[in-house]
């Protein structure tokens, strides 16, 4: 069958449950808080191009990583993954690079713009799964895999499909899904070479994640890129092939509560502080005979 007509996955429809059951995350009922100055000067303006969006994606990573900001691991990997996107466009890896590059970057905006409302306090509009993602970050008290991919199933199982929707799948539909799908390939290249940064900057045993993740492990399998792009690609065409009615308000209904549902599912752990800890001292990798 079609990719554009296949169906949302069982287990996708499954966490658009558990989003809806979640509901929206709460609020703390006070006032807004000042932006922070760095953060916002960062964040403050659409990005211009590939070149700005990587340039201040990189200093975002590399200002949360000075301070110590879990908000820095997802950034860890998605300021590489935007640098090897734009990398591909010039190599000549895509049949049209004008829609790829504009799809890249107003990809990168919308992250850009989520991070600018949770910076300003404008959680009415910033998306469910950012709110989760971020402050969850801000709590601090979650693996560092789990930063990074609470960020990751917010940009992929939620923005992807906005960002798909701004740039358009029409005309020559099949041309643009073969490119959504190239990007695939790009992002393939990228895993050890994510997974070793993300180990060295925040997490040394992150390299035994898979073998000893458990329930998360499940996680990190279910938010696979290639799953989530592919489920992105649909409800963008959804969105598309139905400019008003029922139909576009449930893709929208069903983008916001299954990525909601899966921000939840990936905090599982959490639940249970004895499997918490042996999960942050397998990040924190072994001890030295020393320590």
């Known amino acids: 069958m079609p990719t554009s007509l296949r169906p949302p996955s069982r287990s996708r429809v499954r966490r658009a449950w558990d989003g809806l059951r979640g509901g929206r995350p709460p609020t703390d009922g006070g006032d807004d808080p000042a932006p922070d100055p760095a953060v916002f000067d960062l964040v403050a303006d659409p990005f211009a191009g590939i070149d700005d969006a990587h340039d201040r994606l990189r200093a975002l990573e590399q200002l949360f990583y000075e301070r110590g900001d879990r908000r820095g691991p997802f950034l860890v990997i998605y300021s590489r993954v935007t640098a090897e996107v734009g990398r591909a466009i010039e190599a000549g890896e895509f049949a049209d690079p004008a829609w790829v590059e504009s799809y890249l970057v107003t990809f990168a905006d919308l992250y850009r713009q989520a991070l600018l409302r949770f910076e300003t306090g404008d959680l009415e509009t910033l998306a ?164």
């Open 128 to 291: 469910d799964p950012w709110q989760v993602a971020f402050e969850s970050a801000a709590r601090g008290d979650c693996l560092v895999a789990q930063d990074a991919v609470l960020g990751i199933n917010a940009h992929v199982n939620y923005d992807l499909a906005l960002a798909l929707s701004l740039v358009g799948v029409d005309p020559d539909r099949e041309t643009k899904y073969a490119d959504h799908c190239a990007v695939n390939d790009v992002l393939g290249r990228l895993v050890d070479e994510v997974q070793d940064r993300l180990a060295d900057r925040y997490a040394p045993g992150i390299s035994h994640v898979d073998e000893s993740l458990g329930r998360l492990d499940e996680a990190l399998a279910y938010v696979a890129l290639a799953e989530g792009r592919d489920s992105a690609w649909r409800v963008a065409v959804a969105l598309a092939d139905s400019r008003l009615g029922v139909r576009r308000t449930a893709a929208l209904w069903f983008l916001r509560t299954s990525a909601t549902g899966i921000a939840y599912f990936l905090l599982g752990s959490t639940v249970s502080d004895r499997l918490h800890e042996a999960l942050r001292d397998v990040e924190r990798g072994p001890r030295r005979a020393d320590d």
